[in-house]
C-alpha cells in the first residue's frame, strides 16, 4: 500500500521516536559509552602505530649506522606461503670499529664519530638483608651514571656551559641534568666542564673505550655531512659504501643499518621499538574483545528495546504495513538515536583517550624511556569513522531483532546456537589446558566470550531453568509477593533471560579478568619465595667482591637479560621474547634453588649450556642431553645443551644461563643483584620474581581498559534492567488496580533482584570458572585464585547494580500509566 511507503514509514519512526523516549534513553547511553570507549582505542591504537623512538643524542648526525635491533624468523605455514615474524632486541647489536674510517673516506662525510654508552658507578655496595620479612639497613647506595665520550656530545650537540673538555683520564664533563659545578667530583673523576643536555659523565675518547669494555666494536657512528649535502645524498653513498665494504654487526652477522629521520632514536632508545610491539599488540586484543563484548551490550538493548512494542508492530501489520516497511521503520529510529549518541561517544572519546595516555606518562618507567607517541591532529578522525561502525552495528541488530515481525516461532534456531557456542566455549577452554603462555591466555579468553555468547541466546531458558527449582519455594514461603513472582517470570521467561544476560556477562568478565592476573602472581611470588635461599643480598657490586666479605660462604651474579625463542605453531612462525637470568653455577648452594626436577644445575659452570623450566621442556620436548637454540639479547643465536629442567619458571623465567655465556651478549653486563649465603644463617632475603618485557605497561593499560569494559558491563545491566522496567509499569499498574499493595509490589521486585544476582553470579560463576580452571593449569598447574576482598566487590557491585536497575525505573513514576 501506497500509504505506507517511505514518507509513511518516517511518520512512524518519527512518532515511535517521541513516543518511547525513556526506553529508548537506555540505548542511547549504552551506545554513548561504547562510541566513546571504542574511540578512544582508536586513537591509542593510532598513536601508537606513529609511534617512535625519540631523537636525543643523534640529532645533528642526519644519518646514524648502528646494528640491526631486530630478529627474524621465516617459516611456510601449513597451505600458504612463506611468512616472517619480527621481534624487537632490548640489547645493544654492535657496530665493526672498522665502519669509522670506511665511512669517514665516503664522499661528502665531514665526519665520522664512534660512539659509546656505559654505566659508570660509585660508591659501596649497599647489602639488602631481610630480617622478618624487612629489608635491613646496609652501606651507602651506589650511584650509577650514563657515560659517553666528550667527542659523541657533538652528535646532539651538546655544548659547553662553562668550563672546559677533558683531556686526561680522571677529568670530565658533566650534562647539566646532573647538577654538578666545575670543581666537583663526581664517581671519582675531576669535573672540569658542564655541558647542554641530560644527566651524563663524558669521558676523553680511550678512557670511554676502555671503560665500554667491548674492543673492536662500537655502539653505533654518528655521520655528519659537508654543507650542502642532502640527508638523501649522504644516506645512498653511505649505504653504498657499508655493503661494497661488506661489514656486518658483531653479533649476528646480519648487514648494518644507516639511520635517518626518526629511524635515529631507535639507536638510542632500544626498549622503544619492543616496547611499542608490545603495546600494540595488547591493545588490538583489548579492542577486539570490547567489540566482541559491545555486540552483545547493543544486541541484548536494542532487541529488548524493540521486543516491548512487538503487539505496535502486530498492528501496524494488520493495518496493512508490510514487515519490510515495519523493519525499515525500527531501523530509521534505532539510526536517529544511536548517530546521536556515537557522535557525542565520538567527542568524549578524545578526552578519554588523552586521560589514558596522561596515565602512563605519569607512572615513571611505565613507558620506556624515548617512546615518543604522537597525537596529530588528523588523529581524531579515527574517532569519526568509529561512532560511524557503532551506528552501523546497531543498525545491523534490527534486521534480527525485527526480521520477522508477527512471527515469533519456538526459538529453536536459537537454541540450537546457543548449545553450539557453549560447546565451542567448552572446547576453548580445554585448548586453553594443553597450552601455555600467551596461547592459554587467548584461549581462555576465547572461551569466556564465546559461553557469555551461548548463555545470551539461551537466556529465556537458563532463566526458566532456574526459576523451575526456586518456583515452589518462592510459591510456598514468598506469600502473595513470591506467587506474583513465580507467574511472572512464567510468563515472561524471555524478558527475564535478556535481564539475566548482562548479569552473567559482567560477573564472568569480572571474575575471569582479577582471578587470571592474581593466579599468576600469588603462584609467581610463592615460587620466588621458594627459590631464593640467600640470606643477604647486594646491588652496585659482584659475586667476586662479595665472596671475599668475611661471613660469606657462597655468592652467585643475578644478570638479567632476554632471549627470542624461535618456533612454530601449526607452521606459523612465532618469536617470543622472554626474560632470562645469568647467575654463576658455583654460587648456587644455599642462595637460589630452581627446584631441579632433572638434571644438574652444576652443568651451567660449563660454556654453552642452559637449564629450562620445566613447562617450556615440555613444550619444546626437551630434556637434559637436548639442545635449545635461542637468540640472545642481541640476536646472536645460540645452540645450547640442556644440562638441567627446574620447575620455579614463574619466579626465575623459562632459562638460566651461565653468566659468562650472557655478559658479554648484555649492554650492560653488570648484576641487578648478587645473592648470598652467610654462615651465620639468617632469614631469607626478600625475594624478586622476573617480569616479561613491558609487563608494568600492559597491567596499567590492562587495568585501564578492564575498568572500562567492567564499566560498559555494569552500564549494560542497568540500562537493561531500565529499560525492562520501564516497559512493565502498565503491568504494575494494573497489579496495583486488582488489589496488590506497595509493599508487596515491592517484595515482588525484591524477589526478582534477589534472583537475578544469585542466578546471574551462579551463571556466571560458572562461565569463568571453566576457563580460569584450565588457564590456572596451563600456568601454574594449580587451581584459580581470587583474593576474597574482590570477589566480595564483584558480588556487592552486582547486588547494588541490579536492585538500582529494578527499583529506579519503578520509583521515577508512580502514578498511572497512559
Known amino acids: 500500500m501506497r500509504r505506507f511507503g517511505n514518507p509513511a514509514v518516517r511518520l512512524l519512526a518519527a512518532r515511535s521516536l517521541r513516543a518511547h523516549r525513556k526506553a529508548w534513553a537506555a540505548v542511547f547511553v549504552a551506545v554513548a559509552v561504547t562510541s566513546a570507549l571504542l574511540g578512544a582505542l582508536a586513537l ?25 635491533q631486530e630478529v627474524r624468523w621465516t617459516a611456510t605455514p601449513w597451505g600458504s606461503e612463506p611468512r616472517t615474524e619480527t621481534a624487537g ?8 670499529e672498522a665502519a669509522v674510517a670506511v665511512l669517514r673516506a665516503v664522499p661528502g662525510v665531514r665526519e665520522a664519530v664512534p660512539d659509546d654508552t656505559f654505566v659508570v658507578r660509585e660508591g659501596a655496595a649497599r647489602e639488602e638483608a631481610a630480617r622478618e620479612g624487612t629489608a635491613g639497613e646496609g652501606a651507602a647506595h651506589a650511584h650509577a651514571y650514563p ?26 664533563v658533566v650534562g647539566a641534568g646532573l647538577g654538578a659545578a666545575v670543581g666537583d667530583t663526581v664517581a671519582g673523576r675531576e669535573v672540569v666542564g658542564v655541558a647542554e643536555g641530560p644527566a651524563a659523565l663524558y669521558v676523553t675518547a680511550g678512557e670511554a673505550r676502555r671503560l665500554a669494555g667491548h674492543p673492536g666494536a662500537v655502539d653505533a657512528v654518528g655521520v655528519l655531512a659537508e654543507p650542502g649535502v642532502p640527508v638523501d645524498t649522504l644516506h645512498a653513498r653511505v649505504r653504498a659504501a657499508l655493503d661494497g665494504a661488506g661489514l656486518k654487526d658483531t653479533a649476528a652477522g646480519r648487514p648494518l643499518r644507516a639511520l635517518t629521520g626518526d629511524g635515529r632514536g631507535g639507536a638510542e632508545h632500544l626498549g622503544a621499538r619492543p616496547a611499542r610491539a608490545d603495546l600494540l599488540e595488547l591493545l588490538a586484543a583489548v579492542a577486539a574483545n570490547l567489540v566482541l563484548v559491545a ?34 521503520a525500527a531501523g530509521r529510529e534505532v539510526t536517529r538515536v544511536a548517530g546521536a549518541a556515537a557522535l557525542l561517544g565520538a567527542l568524549a572519546s578524545g578526552p578519554v583517550f588523552l586521560a589514558l595516555w596522561s596515565a602512563l606518562r605519569a607512572r615513571a618507567g611505565v613507558v620506556p624511556e624515548g617512546l615518543e607517541l604522537p597525537t596529530p591532529p588528523w588523529l581524531f578522525a579515527a574517532a569519526l569513522a568509529v561512532a560511524a561502525l557503532v551506528v552501523g552495528l546497531t543498525r545491523f541488530v534490527v534486521l534480527f531483532a525485527v526480521r520477522r515481525p508477527g512471527r515469533p516461532g519456538k526459538g529453536g534456531g ?40 551461548g548463555c545470551a541466546l539461551l537466556g529465556p531458558w537458563i532463566a526458566g531453568a532456574a526459576m523451575a527449582v526456586l518456583d515452589r519455594p518462592f510459591r510456598r514461603w514468598g506469600g502473595a509477593s513470591g506467587r506474583l513472582t513465580a507467574a511472572g517470570a512464567a510468563a515472561h521467561s524471555r524478558r527475564l533471560g535478556a535481564a539475566l544476560v548482562p548479569v552473567v556477562l559482567v560477573t564472568a568478565f569480572a571474575l575471569v579478568q582479577l582471578s587470571a592476573g592474581a593466579t599468576v602472581e600469588r603462584a609467581a611470588a610463592a ?12 646491588t652496585g657490586t659482584t659475586a667476586e667482591r662479595v665472596r671475599r666479605l668475611p661471613g660469606v660462604r657462597a655468592a652467585t651474579d643475578v644478570l638479567r637479560s632476554s632471549v627470542v625463542l624461535a618456533r612454530t605453531e601449526a607452521g606459523t612462525p612465532r618469536l617470543d621474547r622472554l626474560p632470562v637470568l645469568g647467575v654463576d653455577a658455583d654460587g648456587l648452594a644455599g642462595t637460589l634453588d630452581p627446584g631441579v626436577v632433572a638434571g644438574d644445575l652444576s652443568g651451567l659452570g660449563r660454556p654453552g649450556t642452559v637449564a629450562v623450566g620445566a613447562d617450556m621442556a615440555e613444550s619444546l620436548e626437551v630434556k637434559p642431553g637436548s639442545t635449545v637454540e635461542l637468540r640472545l639479547g642481541d640476536g646472536t643465536p645460540k645452540r645450547l645443551e640442556v644440562v638441567a629442567v627446574y620447575e620455579r ?13 650472557l655478559a658479554p651478549h648484555t649492554s650492560d653486563p653488570y648484576p641487578a643483584r648478587v645473592l648470598a649465603a652467610s654462615t651465620h644463617g639468617t632469614s631469607p632475603v626478600v625475594p624478586e620474581a622476573v617480569t616479561p618485557p613491558g609487563a608494568e605497561l600492559n597491567a596499567l593499560v590492562s587495568g585501564g581498559i578492564v575498568a572500562a569494559i567492567g564499566g560498559l558491563t555494569l552500564l549494560s545491566v542497568l540500562s537493561t534492567l531500565a529499560l525492562i522496567g520501564a516497559g512493565r509499569r502498565g ?51 594449580g587451581l584459580p585464585y581470587l583474593p576474597p576482598a574482590q570477589a566480595g566487590t564483584i558480588a556487592g557491585v552486582v547486588l547494588v547494580t541490579v536492585v538500582a536497575g529494578v527499583f529506579l525505573p519503578v520509583a521515577a513514576r508512580r502514578g498511572p500509566t497512559r
Open 731 to 781: 503491568e504494575l499498574e494494573l497489579l496495583r488496580q486488582v488489589g496488590a499493595s506497595a509493599g508487596q509490589l515491592r517484595r515482588m521486585l525484591g524477589l526478582e533482584a534477589g534472583f537475578l544476582t544469585a542466578t546471574g553470579l551462579l551463571v556466571g560463576l560458572v562461565v569463568g570458572a571453566l576457563p580460569l580452571a584450565a588457564f590456572a593449569r596451563a600456568f601454574t598447574g
Open 414 to 453: 536459537r537454541r540450537v546456537a546457543g548449545i553450539v557456542l557453549l560447546v565451542l566455549g567448552a572446547g576453548a577452554a580445554g585448548t586453553a589446558s594443553l597450552q601455555g603462555g600467551d596461547a592459554a591466555a587467548a584461549a581462555a579468553g576465547a572461551a569466556v566470550l564465546t559461553l557469555v555468547a
Open 295 to 328: 555486540v552483545l551490550v547493543l544486541a541484548s538493548l536494542v532487541a529488548q528495546a524493540l521486543q516491548q512494542r512487538a503487539a505496535e508492530r502486530e498492528l501496524l501489520l494488520s493495518a496493512g504495513a508490510t514487515p519490510r516497511q515495519v523493519r525499515g
Open 89 to 96: 632486541l632490548t640489547e645493544r647489536v654492535r657496530v665493526p
Open 649 to 661: 619458571s614463574l619466579a626465575l623465567g623459562e632459562f638460566l644461563l651461565p653468566k659468562a655465556e
Open 147 to 172: 657515560g659517553r665520550s666528550w667527542e659523541a656530545a657533538r652528535l646532539a650537540p651538546y655544548r659547553l656551559t662553562g668550563g672546559r673538555e677533558p683531556r686526561r683520564d680522571g677529568e670530565a
Open 44 to 68: 591509542a591504537l593510532g598513536s601508537v602505530g606513529l609511534g617512535h623512538a625519540r631523537v636525543e643524542r643523534y640529532a645533528a648526525a642526519p644519518v646514524v649506522v648502528a646494528g640491526d
Open 527 to 538: 615460587q620466588a619465595r621458594a627459590a631464593t635461599t640467600a640470606d643477604l643480598a647486594f
